[in-house]
Nanobody
Framework: QVQLVESGGGLVQAGGSLRLSCVVS????????MGWYRQAPGKQREVVAT???????NYANSVKGRFTISRNNAKNTVYVQMDSLKSEDTAVYYCNRDQPFTWDWGQGTQVTVSS
């Protein structure tokens, strides 16, 4: 069974940075496209960034130029570096494989950006 454990969230001021990590266990995810998702209060979960097995990346327009997704297949870990954070980035952040093939969701990590 695949397990996803996200970490690295916290409270940060607008303009600050955070780096989130997600460890994937139960599968060798090296051949899987991975993504970071977020869900803000009262809103649907949305994809933020994706990275293929060949490290090709794609970003939502709202985070393009500010977020950088990366992966370390040897560690079964995917990261997202978040810079120039804005209050609208406040959400619970999750990692998972690409839709619609997502596994069961992990607990996520809370990111709160104060203005």
């Amino acid at each position: 069974q695949v397990q996803l454990v996200e970490s690295g969230g916290g409270l940060v001021q607008a303009g600050g940075s955070l780096r989130l990590s997600c460890v994937v266990s139960g599968i060798n995810f090296g051949f899987v496209t991975m993504g970071w998702y977020r869900q803000a209060p009262g809103k649907q979960r949305e994809v933020v960034a994706t990275i293929t097995s060949g490290s090709m990346t794609n970003y939502a327009n709202s985070v393009k130029g500010r977020f950088t997704i990366s992966r370390n297949n040897a560690k079964n870990t995917v990261y997202v570096q978040m810079d120039s954070l804005k209050s609208e980035d406040t959400a619970v952040y999750y990692c998972n494989r690409d839709q619609p093939f997502t596994w069961d969701w992990g607990q996520g990590t809370q990111v709160t950006v104060s203005s």
